[in-house]
């Protein structure tokens, strides 16, 4: 019994090892995180695109209310720490894209639950903006498609 409780606390100090230093996630991972967010960045990107009125109006209501973008927050914070968590690994590889993507979700969770009112201003003047959900609809698009490709492809 007391050779189980010395490894687990092995275990654990080498698993706050590899958040100072990143560590080798198997491609698995992934390749699930990739199945997961790159068909919602997809739909977003198709429904930008396809009816940019509509989303320019979601966008204005949601910018109306602190309490959108404060719960909007801890979602993003949420989704970005739970990717980070299980893949964080700084490689030359298209994983490196997962990862950059739950960092931009954490930090993107945090400033909305740190500062709405200036995230409400920010998105305000996007919202002036004449091509922004055409070249947003474009990003999401393109990467919605590299990331299903990436966690489907065999």
């Known amino acids: 019994m007391t050779k189980h409780v010395v490894t687990e606390k092995r275990s654990t100090s080498a698993g706050l090892a590899f958040f100072a230093r990143g560590y080798d996630a198997p491609e698995e991972t992934a390749q699930t995180i990739a199945r997961l967010v790159g068909p919602i960045f997809c739909a977003i990107g198709l429904g930008m695109l396809l009816s940019s009125a509509s989303y320019q109006e979601l966008a204005r209501q949601f910018l109306t209310g602190y309490t959108f973008i404060y719960f909007s927050g801890i979602l993003l ?77 065999p």
């Not at 201003?121 to 919202?127: A, T």
């Not at 698009?141 to 489907?152: H, M």
């Open 77 to 153: 914070l949420l989704a970005g720490l739970i990717i980070l968590n299980a893949h964080h690994v700084w490689t030359r590889d298209w994983r490196l894209a997962i990862t950059l993507i739950g960092w931009l979700f954490a930090c993107g969770g945090t400033f909305r639950l740190i500062a709405p009112q200036f995230v409400s201003q920010i998105g305000s003047v996007l919202l002036l903006s004449s091509g922004f959900f055409q070249v947003a609809g474009i990003v999401f698009l393109v990467l919605g498609a590299f990331l299903t490709f990436k966690g489907y492809a």
